[in-house]
């Protein structure tokens, strides 16, 4: 019962996942504005949840600060990426981008946790890359928009594959406030220098209140959550289900938003191609894992 609840509650939040695209095409704001004030107001939240709510300390080596700091600009970037990459097209091709992490994530991993690398996780890069070709060459117009898809993947697997090494050396909820908070700090300084700073104001009502609830509902909340899924459910099902935001997110836009979002054949179909890829391979890694902890044990 505890783990039917807890898959339960995974697909919700891969469900708001998927939503974030959603309102970041409602919200009228830029994308450089929008992520600012999503993670200004995400970071509130989460220091309200963690000091007043779980009563948790916050205090962290100055060096962990910094190694959060700098995994927090490429979530920050991935953000920036993946916003403009729906402004400039729609959200049909900024989420079927998302699919490259998994080939980025096969070259990266082994690198920086010094394992071999995978010929399974090739194989599947190569799918990747052939599916992502097709998409380019029957979207092309969107080529803006895929250009910083590609961006969002890249930044968006520096960002969980660096945090895989940090993690367990404090709370989940002190590294994604810090990250968020960095991330947040590191946009200030940035947009200081660009002069965007001061077109922060630039904003609406309506577009401020739908980014409170993408920073607290469709951020902060599934962020926490998938943390605390972790004691009911493997990472691999965690992964495997993370895998579908693209689809939720492909199918609401198309019921939502129409025309805009209505794509040819064939990227219908190379996007299908490569999600079942990731899950299959994710499938067979599963196996894999399971028959040497298995022979292990025997």
């Not at 993690?167 to 590191?186: D, H, L, P, Q, R």
Request: overall charge positive.
């Amino acid at each position: 019962m505890v783990k039917k609840s807890a898959l339960f509650r995974l697909h919700l939040i891969v469900f708001l996942w998927g939503f974030t695209a959603i309102l970041g095409k409602l919200i009228h704001a830029d994308a450089s504005i929008l992520v600012f004030y999503r993670m200004f107001f995400a970071a509130i939240f989460l220091f309200i949840f963690i000091r007043f709510f779980k009563k948790e300390s916050l205090k962290i080596s100055k060096k962990l600060f910094l190694q959060l700091g700098i995994i927090g600009g490429f979530m920050a970037f991935h953000w920036l990426c993946f916003f403009y990459s729906i402004k400039v097209s729609n959200v049909s091709i900024a989420l079927s981008c998302l699919s490259l992490s998994t080939l980025f994530a096969s070259v990266l991993e082994p690198i920086v946790f010094k394992r071999k690398i995978d010929i399974s996780e090739v194989v599947m890069g190569i799918v990747i890359l052939i599916c992502m070709g097709l998409i380019f060459k029957t979207e092309f117009q969107y080529k803006e928009g895929i250009f910083f898809g590609i961006l969002t993947a890249l930044f968006g697997t520096v960002f969980s594959v660096f945090n895989g090494r940090i993690f367990g050396k404090t709370t989940s909820g002190n590294i994604i406030f810090y990250e968020i908070f960095s991330g947040c700090a590191i946009l200030s300084v940035l947009y200081l220098f660009t002069g965007q700073l001061f077109q922060l104001h630039d904003i609406s009502m309506r577009d401020l209140g739908l980014v409170l609830i993408l920073a607290s509902f469709f951020t902060a909340f599934p962020m926490l959550e998938s943390v605390n899924l972790m004691k009911y459910i493997s990472p691999f099902t965690l992964i495997l289900t993370v895998n579908l935001e693209p689809v939720y997110g492909i199918i609401l836009a198309f019921f939502i938003f129409g025309e805009s979002e209505q794509m040819s054949p064939i990227f219908y179909v190379a996007s299908l191609v490569m999600i079942s890829a990731i899950v299959i391979n994710g499938v067979l890694k599963a196996r894999k894992a399971t028959a040497a902890k298995n022979l292990e044990n025997s």
